[in-house]
């Protein structure tokens, strides 16, 4: 006897989208959550210092773009605030010279971004030329420092990966996503009122018990027709699984699934999302505070609390979180000598975390058709999440529809009709 | 010896964007386009009565939803101008009573609309028992007259068609797509600052004399290897064509080519969109008009002039469009008396026009599957447009991500590669 339809591993938002819309197919669902929250990447937290909430992970959406999130907004009545954080009037100005040739790589930027399919799975069928780091790319552009860096630290925002790591088509996906390498960059950006967080609930309220936090999955394999999903103390049977897990950790775990190889190799290498966030009060002045920069505090912000300021600032986490938010300190205080000496500090160092293992999905050189191939696996192990979505992937965006298209193949499996291509 | 490698028919939204992606792909192209303009179903003109542009077609983008109009007003630099004119204030509040059955009726759609797969091109399988029209939907929820009468108002600027013709899993999709149906009625829209034409303009410049205007397409059919694209006095021969046309119009082409039954059942009946747009300069007072009715007059609003007002007026185009603004001003003087008498007017007959017969797609029940029938055929006859597209299908979104979907599986078969499914 199957104790549920569909059993989901892990509550974050793909896990609850497709939790959600399997419940309303009339589906039997469990859904296995190792933390002691919903949520996963996306984590709101009272900065007690500063006098509001934070986003100590995923924090943006560009509501022009993400469509999915603004869906889920409007279904549960959260409103999106606009805030224009990307303003580079507080970074140095390019002189003429260094302008132009900034001018003519976002042009090229654009005209190779020309080449991406952005809605299709195999998005990067005519950028496979293009596969290198992002380091290299530059490099073959021959471009003078201050031109460099300002595209990584505007490149940053998007790909949360050192240049070194990343491919510059997971960049040129981006540009092609956002209709312009400008765009891109300058994407009017907005909150969820309220913090990032609150879909999650809403959702995780709607599923009331089905939810299960602390039960932390280490392994997923076939039981008799079905599957099986276990951890300390507990296994759940299904008819399918939804692994909606970070695949940063999947390696972890003891997955006794049928993957393609490409597909096995993303699991082993994972993605090279390794962005450091930290929260800071200060002692200072950090009102309005918009400050970009490289190769540290890359992009820093304040927002206003009911007592003082919280400044955001980032980095690539390297060597570690800790490190790199120590770098990042450094250099904004040098940046903006008013902001005076750090206060209170708030973070979560998301690449130590065990759920999590990374932050939000960048690729490698050559992985882009693996992660696909992951989410199109057939049943009755469907895989779902941010990492691996068609369109948006890396973003919250991608998640929600991930999501909800491994929800729609897998009640179709689990009715016996045809399972239709992953499109999510 | 072929004269192109893509032969495309039409000029409006999906045939430009079409033909700009296969251009860029390295293909060499010609577009044939009837009228003497790009643009097709839109249309910007200039209204000299009250010294400003407007738009004849389609004018309105949900920036928050259409992502592909928002990332081709990025790439070609134009503005998105938002304006709030779907605002009920002007509208009879509804007393208690009514207003709680107004707002069952919200929750019944929304859930109704739950079981859509807003992504997926076979989005409707899962409301096919609820595939029926508008008016035997509303009539077994058993509204009160004013209840019954403000829906079919709010559904109407997204349907543009009678509640006796369209099916109303037409608008659970768009109630999908917004999130709920408060968000689709109330959805916040914008124009494309200039004139919604400007993207089509734009891409017609770029394109430059691949576009052949005045080259009204009768027939399509194979040639050797490949097709043949003729019309009086012109025939293209070419390794593929897309047929980007109306589908209204293509049951008077000779159509000589292989499609499913269920798509040549939607080419025979055709959509069912039937608005009736009219623009009036008046004598009173019409600034800042919103102004909303059942059954004439449906949607009005003020665009401020150079000299004066334009207003804008909707109907159903029962019997005819002429009848439609006719009815339609009697109801909106009667409605407010300070507009004055009626002074030059401005209008195009979209449903006489030999190259639309129809406004924007909204389908009957029973058609649904052969709509993306349409949209799926192999090569070398590829069908592009807004009435076929997969998401926001109707819309000017739904023709540029129909067009960029047919120039991506349009080069693969070119290429003699496989031709990925249509997913546009």
Redesign the interface.
Same mark, same amino acid.
């Given at each position: 006897m199957r104790q549920a339809d569909v059993v989901v591993a892990g509550a974050g938002l793909a896990g609850l989208v497709a939790a959600r =819309?399997l419940v *309303? *197919?009339g589906m039997d669902v469990v859904v296995l959550e190792a933390r002691d929250r919903v949520g996963g990447r996306t984590w709101t937290k009272t900065f007690e210092a500063a006098g509001t909430a934070v986003d100590l992970g995923a924090e943006w959406v560009a +509501?022009?773009?993400h @469509?999915a999130v603004? !869906? @889920? $907004? *409007?279904?549960y009545g959260l409103d999106l605030a606009l805030d224009q954080t990307k303003d580079w009037d507080d970074a140095d100005p390019l002189d003429t010279m260094a302008g132009s040739e900034y001018e003519r790589a976002l042009a090229r930027l654009d005209k190779d971004a *020309? %080449?991406v /399919?952005f =809605? !299709?799975p =195999?998005w990067y069928r /005519?950028v496979e030329h293009l596969d290198v780091t992002m380091a290299d790319y530059l490099e073959e552009l021959g471009l003078r420092t201050e031109v460099r860096q300002r595209l990584l630290a505007e490149s940053f925002a998007l790909m949360g990966a050192s240049e070194n790591d990343y491919s510059v088509i997971s960049l040129l996906h981006e540009v092609s #996503?956002? #209709?312009?390498a !400008? $765009?891109a960059f300058e994407g009017e950006s907005a909150r969820i009122a309220g913090g990032t967080d609150g879909i999650a609930r809403a959702i995780a309220e709607q599923l009331g018990s089905r939810v299960r936090l602390g039960h932390r999955v280490e392994g997923v394999g076939p039981h008799d027709d079905g599957v099986v999903v276990s951890g300390d103390g507990f296994s759940v049977t299904a008819a399918a699984a939804i692994i909606a897990l970070p695949v940063n950790v999947l390696s972890q775990l003891r997955l006794d699934v049928p993957i393609t190889p490409e597909a096995g190799r993303v699991v082993a290498q994972g993605h090279v999302g390794r962005a450091a966030k930290g929260w800071t009060t200060v002692a200072g002045e950090a009102d309005g505070l918009h400050s970009v920069g490289w190769p540290d505090a890359i992009e820093a912000y304040a927002v206003a609390g009911a007592d003082t300021s919280a400044v955001a600032y980032f980095g690539v986490a390297e060597p570690s979180h800790e490190a790199a938010l120590q770098r990042g300190w450094t250099a904004l205080q040098a940046r903006h000598p008013a902001i005076g000496q750090q206060a209170e500090t708030l973070s979560h160092d998301w690449i130590s975390d065990d759920f999590a293992r990374g932050t939000w999905h960048t690729a490698r050189p050559g992985q882009a058709v693996g992660w696909h191939e992951l989410a199109a696996n057939p049943g009755p192990f469907f895989f779902a999440g941010g990492d691996i979505s068609r369109r948006w992937f890396g973003w919250m965006d991608g998640a929600i529809?991930s999501g $909800?298209?491994a929800a729609?193949r897998a009640t179709a499996f689990v009715r016996g009709q045809e399972v +239709? =291509?992953a %499109?999510?």
């Open positions: =819309d *309303a *197919a +509501p022009n773009h @469509e603004v !869906r @889920e $907004a *409007a279904k *020309a %080449l /399919a =809605d !299709r =195999d /005519a #996503g956002f #209709g312009s !400008r $765009a529809t $909800a298209d729609v +239709p =291509d %499109l999510g």
